[in-house]
């Protein structure tokens, strides 16, 4: 089509530039890639969100950028060797990533771990989740733009993990348990050390509270935003303190006994009633305050004794099927153990909270804001590792 | 309007946190010790090692890398026949690859393996990270003495041999 | 004090003025980036920021600044070059028409224009136009969400800005900044006069919903939505890298620096110090002194407000300047208006 008359010229394109501009205007639909790099994302998932103008249609995590393939690693390991792999499935809470395989095996073994091996594996367990949730408390505030508690979770966290340094040997990957007990005992003076720790983790609980907890900004930005129902945590497999959030009254040390002894502590399970990123961020913080006092009641009551039942030095575990799930600082991880008799498991599986933690994101971010986003990922804290493996 | 005492208190907790004194530790003017069963780097006794290669089966990611040869020595006493004995050539480890889990140093059976928390090896190259076995055994300097138990063990600590 | 003894033409005096403001921004930014944001921050954070470059890390903004100055320019493929290149310094230009306007001593002004906060407040709403265009000419989601947020963000509290100086300027008289001045230091509070009649205790909510205003004027914590850090990645700024960066952070800086300094004139007392005239000429040489210590003790504020809240949602913080900041200014007119009539 020619345009000979430099005015029809004139008023065609600006016809087209009309046109132009009301496609561009057009605000649904707009493809947000909060890409693997991103500050938010704890680590490097993708989710794939599609606003319209400010609030969220649909969002779409997508994991898998750090799958480092534990499940076949763990077919050609010895045991020994996949209890130090299998530290750095969760690395913030590490030990705890060690307890439920070793209970798994132990009981394919038909193996108790003595007493006091069981009381150090509980005192090293709650410890780890001191250590991975008194990082959570600073980090919320760091996506929500509290830059300073960060700072002072990391500063209160060293001592934590100088402790843990200090009986085992590594501040992140411990690699102290075993088949049958734990490698060491502790060394002198550890039991005082701890229970100062304990009192100053108090302290830095209390200074978060003020800090950010108490602070109405914080609130306002963390009520009623991201509500999930119980009936709706359930069913997507949620864990841990994203459940107890929703009002659900369920802790695995609590309710399913294993190697731990749990059941032998004076302890409260806390939950919330609304289901919202406030509450889990009041969850969490209850949780470590809880596993304070729970260490102080197992420093006093540690018993004497030995530290590693009778095992054999090459370890051959018998054929079977066990699966053993505890309460890890994340959620609920288990594994699965599938062995054939051999030195190394045949296949085990790991089921790990975070992977169904941010199932739910997909239903829990429709219509929500973009800064909102940010709100509910960071408090339904998932670590990628946990999610990829 | 959101009430004021949340937010002034936490306007005071910043403020008192900014008049008490500092937590850091300005390495490397000032180096903080580590613990001593910090995992910092593995010793070698020469002499108690047999070359059995257990440590270098069970490493997870294969970092070790013995050689050694068998040769006869002569026998305790007169008239007995020539004793088999392993000597070893070559113990490398990689710590490129190292993983610091400590298997090896657990597994051995004669005590030839100790950590020592020496944590200041950092090399431009890679290829320096392998520390061969006259560089191991000058890290058993370093190898502190095992400490002491907690009240209510039946474990002694060991001795390192010197 | 030298204007007295040397009589220049107007074009030396100008480019002397000229020169000391263009010095003064990097400077505003460099004193007030070192003592707020790399030690006081460090220090409520329980650590000691930088301590290598420099005795005690002083010359560590200086580094920054040659980092910067080395870096390769970048333009992003689909930007828009000339608007790319110009958003920053358009943002400077409104920094650099605060200094203008403002006092450090009975006669160490660039010019004592009759309308000066009035002045000041029209030339900061440039730096909106500046923001816009770099979100708009990034060619990214984030920085267009950046600056659309920026936007709505900085009209939205110039209104609390503006209304909480109208009731200083109701109390002293006059839209002169140095007329504002001398109103304080020859009021006085129900006749008690030594200390003059700082604003900040008659306009005290003024004062703080004038440190709001400005909060979110500078896009700093609690308003920073706009450069948002962990969400959008630096918002309109994503795309700038090396000096162009440079431009927006002593922009930032440099606009803080003026802020305070309007707010201590606004409510300090600005240069004047108790116990001497407006007219002495000894102030020529105290007043910066003092002016420089209102202007820390100001920025001390905005800095500790800065890093110790999370950040407001975008609506969150529309609601806060319109439904909170807006009609208390006025109430704070209304009551100032009327006991200006009273007493």
């Known amino acids: ?389 | 309007m959101p009430q004021l005492p949340g937010l002034v208190k936490g306007l005071g907790v910043t403020f008192r946190t900014m008049l008490k004194p500092n937590v850091t530790v300005q390495y490397p003017h000032v180096k903080e010790e580590p613990t001593p069963r910090a995992r910092g780097v593995i010793a070698l006794k020469e002499e108690n090692c047999t070359a059995c290669m257990l440590c270098a089966r069970e490493c997870p990611d294969w970092c070790i890398y013995i050689e050694g040869h068998k040769y006869l020595a002569p026998p305790r006493r007169e008239g007995g026949s020539p004793r088999q004995k392993n000597a070893l050539d070559r113990f490398d480890i990689d710590y490129a690859l190292c993983m610091y889990c400590g298997i090896c140093v657990e597994v051995c059976p004669f005590e030839a393996l100790f950590w020592s928390p020496e944590f200041e090896y950092g090399e431009h190259r890679i290829a320096d990270l392998l520390h061969d076995k006259e560089r191991l055994g000058e890290w058993m300097k370093t190898v502190p003495d095992f400490e002491a138990y907690e009240a209510g063990s039946e474990m002694k600590p060991k001795k390192v041999p010197r | 004090m030298l204007l007295h003894a040397v009589q220049l033409a107007y074009w030396q005096e100008t480019t002397i003025k000229v020169v000391v403001i263009l010095g003064m921004i990097p400077a505003g930014a460099l004193i007030l980036g070192y003592v707020f944001l790399m030690k006081m921050m460090s220090f409520m954070q329980s650590r000691l920021g930088p301590m290598e470059a420099g005795p005690y890390g002083t010359l560590q903004l200086v580094a920054d600044g040659l980092k910067f100055l080395q870096k390769e320019d970048i333009f992003p493929e689909k930007a828009d070059r000339w608007v790319f290149a110009l958003a920053p310094l358009v943002v400077l230009i409104s920094t650099f028409l605060l200094f203008v306007v403002l006092p450090v001593g009975p006669d160490l002004i660039v010019e004592d224009l009759d309308t000066g906060i009035f002045f000041a407040l029209a030339v900061s709403s440039i730096s909106v136009i500046g923001v816009l265009m770099a979100g708009w000419s990034s060619a990214n989601k984030y920085a267009l969400l950046g600056g659309l947020r920026a936007a709505g963000q900085l009209i939205a509290y110039e209104l609390p800005l503006l209304l909480a100086v109208v009731g200083v300027v109701i109390q002293a008289g006059t839209l002169s900044m140095q007329g504002i001045v001398v109103a304080q230091a020859e009021g006085s509070i129900f006749g008690f006069d030594a200390i003059g009649s700082p604003y900040i205790i008659t306009q005290f909510f003024g004062f703080l919903i004038f440190l709001a205003a400005v909060q979110a004027e500078l896009t700093q914590p609690p308003f920073d939505m706009p450069v948002a850090e962990s969400e959008i990645v630096g918002g309109y700024q994503v795309e700038y890298t090396g000096f162009r960066f440079l431009l927006f952070f002593m922009g930032e800086f440099g606009t803080a620096f003026a802020f305070a300094g309007i707010a201590s004139v606004l409510f300090l007392g600005g240069w004047w110090v108790p116990g001497f005239e407006p007219t002495d000429n000894i102030l020529n040489w105290l007043g910066p002194i003092a002016m420089f210590g209102k202007v820390m003790f100001v920025a001390f504020l905005i800095f500790w407000v800065r890093f110790t809240y999370p950040r407001f949602r975008e609506d969150q913080l529309q609601a806060f300047a319109w439904k909170v900041l807006i009609p208390l200014s006025l109430l704070n007119i209304l009551a100032t208006a009327v006991l200006k009539v009273a007493f």
């Not at chain 1, 998932?45 to 599609?50: A, F, G, Q």
């Not at chain 1, 399913?256 to 609304?274: A, I, N, R, S, Y």
């Not at chain 1, 039942?309 to 099927?321: D, F, H, L, N, S």
């Not at chain 1, 994340?330 to 199932?359: E, H």
Request: proline letters at 6%; one cysteine or more.
């Open chain 1, 1 to 389: 089509m020619t345009v000979v008359d430099p005015q029809q010229r004139a008023y065609v394109a600006s016809q087209a530039a009309d046109a132009r501009v009301n496609v561009e205007l057009e605000t649904g639909g707009m493809t947000l890639n909060m890409g693997p790099q991103h500050p938010a994302t704890h680590g490097t998932l993708r989710i794939v969100v599609r606003l319209d103008g400010e609030q969220v249609v649909e969002a779409e995590p997508i994991a898998g950028y750090m799958h480092r393939g534990y499940e076949k690693l763990c077919e050609v390991r010895t045991y020994p060797q996949v209890t130090t792999l299998v530290n750095r499935i969760d690395w913030l809470g590490s030990f705890a990533n060690e307890v439920p395989f070793i209970l798994a095996a132990e009981r394919l073994m038909e193996v108790e771990a003595p007493p006091r091996a069981q009381w150090i594996r509980t005192i090293l367990f709650e410890m780890s989740r001191i250590a991975n949730i008194s990082l959570f408390l600073g980090d919320m505030g760091a996506q929500l733009g509290a830059i300073t508690p960060v700072f002072f979770a990391f500063r209160d966290r060293e001592r934590a993990l100088n402790l843990i340094e200090s009986a085992t040997g590594g501040r992140f990957h411990p690699n102290f348990d075993r088949i049958g007990g734990i490698k060491d005992d502790l060394p002198a003076g550890w039991v005082e050390d701890c229970k100062d720790v304990m009192g100053r983790m108090r302290d830095f609980c209390d200074q978060i509270e003020t800090l950010l907890m108490g602070n109405e900004i914080f609130a306002s930005r963390c009520r009623g935003v991201g509500v999930i129902p119980a009936d709706v945590a359930l069913s997507y497999g949620l864990s841990g303190a994203n459940l107890r959030a929703s009002g659900v009254d369920w802790d695995l040390r609590r309710d399913v006994p294993c190697g731990l002894v749990f059941d032998q502590l004076d302890w409260k399970v806390w939950t919330h009633p609304d289901g919202d990123s406030f509450a889990r961020y009041w969850v969490r913080l209850q949780e470590v305050r809880e596993s304070t006092k729970m260490i102080d009641q197992l420093l006093d009551g540690l018993p004497a004794g030995p530290i590693m039942a009778k095992v054999p030095r090459i370890i051959k575990v018998p054929a079977g099927e066990a699966y053993v799930e505890t309460e890890n600082p994340l959620g609920a991880m288990g594994y699965y153990v599938v062995s054939k008799g051999d030195l190394v498991p045949f296949r085990v599986k790991i089921r790990t909270p975070s992977f169904n933690n941010i199932s739910i994101v997909p239903w829990v971010m429709k219509g929500v804001y973009v800064p909102d986003v940010i709100t509910i990922l960071a408090s339904l804290y998932f670590i990628l590792g946990d999610i990829d493996r």
